[in-house]
Protein backbone atom coordinates (compact mmCIF):
# COMPACT_ATOMS: atom_id res chain seq x y z
CA UNK A 1 0.00 0.00 0.00
CA UNK A 2 0.94 4.07 -0.33
CA UNK A 3 1.15 5.55 2.71
CA UNK A 4 3.91 8.85 3.79
CA UNK A 5 3.93 9.85 7.28
CA UNK A 6 5.30 13.50 8.27
CA UNK A 7 5.06 15.19 11.80
CA UNK A 8 2.43 17.71 11.80
CA UNK A 9 4.24 20.65 13.84
CA UNK A 10 8.01 22.40 13.61
CA UNK A 11 8.93 25.17 15.67
CA UNK A 12 12.33 26.95 15.01
CA UNK A 13 13.82 30.23 15.83
CA UNK A 14 15.12 32.24 12.69
CA UNK A 15 18.40 32.25 12.20
CA UNK A 16 18.51 27.87 12.84
CA UNK A 17 18.29 25.02 10.48
CA UNK A 18 14.88 23.32 10.68
CA UNK A 19 14.67 19.54 9.86
CA UNK A 20 11.63 17.84 8.47
CA UNK A 21 11.41 14.38 8.58
CA UNK A 22 9.05 11.93 6.32
CA UNK A 23 8.68 8.42 5.88
CA UNK A 24 7.07 6.32 2.84
CA UNK A 25 6.36 3.30 2.01
CA UNK A 26 6.48 2.20 -1.32
CA UNK A 27 9.52 1.21 -2.55
CA UNK A 28 9.18 1.04 -6.09
CA UNK A 29 8.97 5.28 -5.88
CA UNK A 30 11.17 6.32 -8.06
CA UNK A 31 11.56 10.11 -6.88
CA UNK A 32 10.09 12.07 -4.21
CA UNK A 33 9.34 15.50 -3.92
CA UNK A 34 8.85 18.16 -1.04
CA UNK A 35 5.86 21.11 -1.61
CA UNK A 36 5.50 24.24 0.22
CA UNK A 37 2.30 25.62 0.46
CA UNK A 38 1.82 29.08 2.17
CA UNK A 39 -1.68 30.33 3.73
CA UNK A 40 -4.01 31.07 0.48
CA UNK A 41 -2.07 29.38 -2.21
CA UNK A 42 -1.50 26.16 -4.27
CA UNK A 43 1.49 23.73 -3.41
CA UNK A 44 4.71 25.09 -4.88
CA UNK A 45 7.52 22.96 -5.76
CA UNK A 46 10.27 23.14 -3.50
CA UNK A 47 12.74 20.31 -4.72
CA UNK A 48 12.81 16.72 -5.58
CA UNK A 49 15.40 13.77 -5.23
CA UNK A 50 15.71 10.83 -7.25
CA UNK A 51 15.11 7.20 -5.76
CA UNK A 52 19.11 6.32 -6.21
CA UNK A 53 20.37 9.52 -4.97
CA UNK A 54 21.45 10.40 -1.14
CA UNK A 55 21.41 13.42 -1.44
CA UNK A 56 20.83 16.95 -3.21
CA UNK A 57 21.57 20.17 -2.50
CA UNK A 58 19.58 23.38 -3.40
CA UNK A 59 20.75 26.57 -1.84
CA UNK A 60 19.58 26.27 1.50
CA UNK A 61 17.41 23.47 1.01
CA UNK A 62 19.31 19.74 1.37
CA UNK A 63 17.35 16.58 0.46
CA UNK A 64 18.62 13.11 2.03
CA UNK A 65 17.20 10.25 1.20
CA UNK A 66 17.35 7.03 3.37
CA UNK A 67 16.07 4.30 0.94
CA UNK A 68 17.26 1.40 2.82
CA UNK A 69 14.50 3.13 5.63
CA UNK A 70 12.58 4.83 3.17
CA UNK A 71 12.89 7.67 4.93
CA UNK A 72 13.28 11.68 3.92
CA UNK A 73 14.09 14.62 5.49
CA UNK A 74 14.36 18.43 3.86
CA UNK A 75 16.63 20.94 6.04
CA UNK A 76 16.69 24.33 5.73
CA UNK A 77 19.69 26.07 6.62
CA UNK A 78 19.19 29.79 7.86
CA UNK A 79 15.33 29.61 8.19
CA UNK A 80 13.63 32.58 7.74
CA UNK A 81 10.04 33.93 8.40
CA UNK A 82 9.19 33.30 4.94
CA UNK A 83 10.00 29.91 5.16
CA UNK A 84 6.15 29.69 7.76
CA UNK A 85 4.21 27.39 5.60
CA UNK A 86 3.41 23.65 5.30
CA UNK A 87 5.83 21.57 3.91
CA UNK A 88 4.64 18.34 1.92
CA UNK A 89 6.37 15.16 1.07
CA UNK A 90 5.71 13.31 -1.54
CA UNK A 91 6.10 10.16 -3.93
CA UNK A 92 5.31 9.29 -7.26
CA UNK A 93 2.74 6.43 -6.64
CA UNK A 94 2.65 5.27 -10.53
CA UNK A 95 4.17 5.49 -13.88
CA UNK A 96 1.67 7.91 -14.73
CA UNK A 97 2.87 10.65 -12.65
CA UNK A 98 -0.08 10.55 -9.37
CA UNK A 99 1.82 11.74 -6.46
CA UNK A 100 0.83 10.32 -2.88
CA UNK A 101 1.14 13.53 -0.44
CA UNK A 102 1.95 13.10 3.31
CA UNK A 103 -0.73 15.15 5.76
CA UNK A 104 1.76 17.96 5.75
CA UNK A 105 4.35 19.15 8.40
CA UNK A 106 3.58 22.73 9.68
CA UNK A 107 6.45 24.60 10.19
CA UNK A 108 6.22 27.87 12.46
CA UNK A 109 9.53 30.19 12.30
CA UNK A 110 9.85 32.48 15.70
CA UNK A 111 11.77 35.60 15.77
CA UNK B 1 2.67 31.85 -10.77
CA UNK B 2 2.99 27.76 -11.90
CA UNK B 3 0.66 28.31 -15.06
CA UNK B 4 -1.95 26.16 -13.73
CA UNK B 5 -5.45 28.70 -13.51
CA UNK B 6 -8.52 27.17 -11.64
CA UNK B 7 -11.91 28.79 -11.49
CA UNK B 8 -14.10 29.84 -9.33
CA UNK B 9 -11.29 30.74 -6.31
CA UNK B 10 -14.20 30.55 -3.61
CA UNK B 11 -17.88 28.96 -4.22
CA UNK B 12 -20.20 28.89 -1.23
CA UNK B 13 -23.53 26.69 -2.24
CA UNK B 14 -26.23 24.43 -0.19
CA UNK B 15 -26.18 20.78 0.27
CA UNK B 16 -27.82 18.86 -2.59
CA UNK B 17 -26.53 21.45 -5.11
CA UNK B 18 -24.24 20.80 -8.03
CA UNK B 19 -21.09 22.31 -8.93
CA UNK B 20 -18.60 22.64 -11.60
CA UNK B 21 -14.69 23.76 -11.03
CA UNK B 22 -12.60 24.37 -13.62
CA UNK B 23 -8.98 24.20 -14.64
CA UNK B 24 -6.64 25.26 -17.09
CA UNK B 25 -3.33 23.26 -17.40
CA UNK B 26 -0.13 24.77 -17.97
CA UNK B 27 0.35 25.62 -21.99
CA UNK B 28 2.02 22.26 -22.77
CA UNK B 29 0.93 19.94 -20.41
CA UNK B 30 -1.29 16.68 -21.54
CA UNK B 31 -1.77 15.19 -17.79
CA UNK B 32 -4.68 17.13 -15.21
CA UNK B 33 -4.62 15.62 -11.94
CA UNK B 34 -7.53 16.63 -9.25
CA UNK B 35 -6.99 16.56 -5.48
CA UNK B 36 -9.04 17.48 -2.87
CA UNK B 37 -7.62 19.13 0.59
CA UNK B 38 -9.78 18.83 3.61
CA UNK B 39 -8.27 19.29 7.52
CA UNK B 40 -9.08 15.50 8.26
CA UNK B 41 -8.20 13.78 5.46
CA UNK B 42 -4.81 15.80 4.07
CA UNK B 43 -4.57 15.85 0.24
CA UNK B 44 -6.27 13.06 -1.33
CA UNK B 45 -6.36 12.09 -5.20
CA UNK B 46 -9.42 12.06 -6.66
CA UNK B 47 -8.64 11.24 -10.66
CA UNK B 48 -5.73 12.16 -13.41
CA UNK B 49 -6.78 12.40 -16.97
CA UNK B 50 -4.04 12.68 -19.70
CA UNK B 51 -4.30 13.73 -23.14
CA UNK B 52 -8.34 13.49 -22.30
CA UNK B 53 -8.51 9.80 -21.08
CA UNK B 54 -8.66 8.93 -17.59
CA UNK B 55 -5.61 7.09 -16.31
CA UNK B 56 -6.08 6.95 -12.46
CA UNK B 57 -8.88 7.05 -9.99
CA UNK B 58 -8.11 7.44 -6.65
CA UNK B 59 -10.56 8.44 -3.33
CA UNK B 60 -13.59 10.33 -5.80
CA UNK B 61 -17.15 9.50 -4.49
CA UNK B 62 -19.52 8.42 -7.13
CA UNK B 63 -21.68 11.68 -7.08
CA UNK B 64 -17.82 13.11 -8.25
CA UNK B 65 -17.06 13.59 -11.88
CA UNK B 66 -14.95 15.00 -13.97
CA UNK B 67 -13.42 14.96 -17.84
CA UNK B 68 -11.01 16.66 -19.87
CA UNK B 69 -11.75 18.27 -23.12
CA UNK B 70 -10.66 18.49 -26.27
CA UNK B 71 -8.23 21.89 -25.75
CA UNK B 72 -7.17 19.77 -22.30
CA UNK B 73 -8.80 22.17 -19.78
CA UNK B 74 -10.46 19.87 -17.45
CA UNK B 75 -13.39 20.31 -15.21
CA UNK B 76 -14.60 18.21 -11.77
CA UNK B 77 -18.82 18.15 -11.13
CA UNK B 78 -19.54 17.40 -7.43
CA UNK B 79 -22.89 16.82 -7.30
CA UNK B 80 -25.72 16.03 -4.28
CA UNK B 81 -23.40 18.20 -2.11
CA UNK B 82 -23.08 17.04 1.40
CA UNK B 83 -21.09 19.49 4.02
CA UNK B 84 -18.62 17.49 3.87
CA UNK B 85 -17.61 17.96 0.50
CA UNK B 86 -16.12 21.68 2.04
CA UNK B 87 -12.81 21.53 1.03
CA UNK B 88 -10.15 23.19 -1.04
CA UNK B 89 -9.71 21.48 -4.75
CA UNK B 90 -6.98 21.64 -6.41
CA UNK B 91 -5.88 20.83 -9.87
CA UNK B 92 -2.37 20.28 -10.85
CA UNK B 93 -0.97 19.45 -14.33
CA UNK B 94 2.26 17.99 -15.50
CA UNK B 95 3.98 17.45 -18.81
CA UNK B 96 3.44 13.50 -18.91
CA UNK B 97 4.07 12.08 -15.84
CA UNK B 98 7.20 10.06 -16.75
CA UNK B 99 10.83 11.38 -15.90
CA UNK B 100 11.18 13.65 -13.12
CA UNK B 101 6.37 13.94 -13.24
CA UNK B 102 6.90 16.86 -10.80
CA UNK B 103 3.32 18.48 -10.87
CA UNK B 104 2.27 22.33 -11.08
CA UNK B 105 -0.59 23.26 -8.83
CA UNK B 106 -3.31 25.52 -8.77
CA UNK B 107 -4.19 28.26 -6.42
CA UNK B 108 -7.57 25.90 -5.52
CA UNK B 109 -10.78 26.60 -5.12
CA UNK B 110 -12.22 26.65 -1.97
CA UNK B 111 -15.86 25.10 -1.65
CA UNK B 112 -18.47 25.74 1.18
CA UNK B 113 -21.35 23.90 1.35
CA UNK B 114 -23.64 25.27 4.04
Known amino acids: GEDVEQSLFLSVREGDSSVINCTYT??????LYWYKQEPGAGLQLLTYIFSNMDMKQDQRLTVLLNKKDKHLSLRIADTQTGDSAIYFCAEKADSWGKLQFGAGTQVVVTP | DSGVTQTPKHLITATGQRVTLRCSPR?????VYWYQQSLDQGLQFLIQYYNGEERAKGNILERFSAQQFPDLHSELNLSSLELGDSALYFC?????????????FGEGSRLTVL
Open chain 2, 92 to 104: ASSASGVGTGELF
Open chain 2, 27 to 31: SGDLS
Open chain 1, 26 to 31: DSSSTY
